[in-house]
Structure formats: structure tokens, C-alpha cells
């Protein structure tokens, strides 16, 4: 992330993106390194406007309770990013999730290109499950 930062200041560009695929919210040692990668953001881009999304799987179901539990203690997830609705997975646990955390679903991916990455629309959400 360091590096990161320094070659986004030294080129002037506008945007990073972080993707830290692969973290297990019951693996300490993941998570203590997802925080580290928080506070050199904060450290090194204190006023930088920035996002957290965690992005779940449709398919997931109650895990990502637990997940989505997890990560925001890590690094306060602003939005949830819900993957995987082109099949027959509903995503419905995303709801309570939304709700309770109060933390908003802001894309839904309905497919594997770009183009399949939209803003979520909660009366097609809902309208899809029924």
C-alpha cells in the first residue's frame, strides 16, 4: 500500500484501488494485515476521500454475517458490494446486513464483465427476489 501511495503521488493520479481478495475473516493474521493497510491510508492520505466496500457473494447466506462483522471492526466498511446475482442465488442475507449495519449496497454484479457491474436498485432488487 505504501508503494502504492508513493507511485499515486509521484504520477498525480487520481484514484487507487485496493483488492485484497482472498482475506479470511477467520484468519487473525489477515485481518491485523487489512487494519496495517488501513493505517497507512490514514498515515499517508489522511484527507483523501476513500471508500471501504466489502464485496460478498450471493451465494454466501448467513456466513457473511460473520464476515461482514469481522471486516468492519478491521477497517469500517462504508458499502457492500453483492456479487454472483446472475444465477440462481437471491442475496436476500444482504438486507439484514444492510439494515443492521446500517451500511448501504451500492453495485450488484450480475454477470462477468465489466458491464455487468451496476448501481443497485433496490425496487429491482426486490422485485428480482419476488
Not at 11 to 31: P, S, Y
Request: proline share 2%.
Amino acid at each position: 500500500m505504501f508503494d502504492a501511495i508513493a507511485s499515486q503521488k509521484a504520477h498525480n493520479t487520481d484514484v487507487i484501488l485496493v483488492d485484497t481478495a482472498g482475506r479470511l475473516h477467520n484468519k487473525k493474521n489477515l485481518m491485523n494485515e487489512l487494519s496495517k493497510i488501513n493505517r497507512v491510508i490514514d498515515r499517508e492520505l489522511p484527507d483523501v476521500d476513500r471508500r471501504n466496500y466489502i464485496v460478498l457473494d450471493a451465494t454466501t447466506g448467513q456466513n457473511a454475517v460473520s464476515q461482514v462483522e469481522v471486516f468492519d471492526e478491521a477497517i469500517d466498511i462504508d458499502g457492500i458490494i453483492l456479487t454472483k446475482l446472475d444465477g440462481t442465488a437471491k442475496g436476500g442475507v444482504v438486507m439484514a446486513i444492510s439494515a443492521e449495519h446500517e451500511m448501504p449496497v451500492v453495485y450488484v454484479g450480475v454477470g462477468e464483465t465489466i458491464n455487468d457491474l451496476l448501481p443497485f436498485n433496490a425496487t429491482d432488487f426486490v422485485n428480482a427476489i419476488l
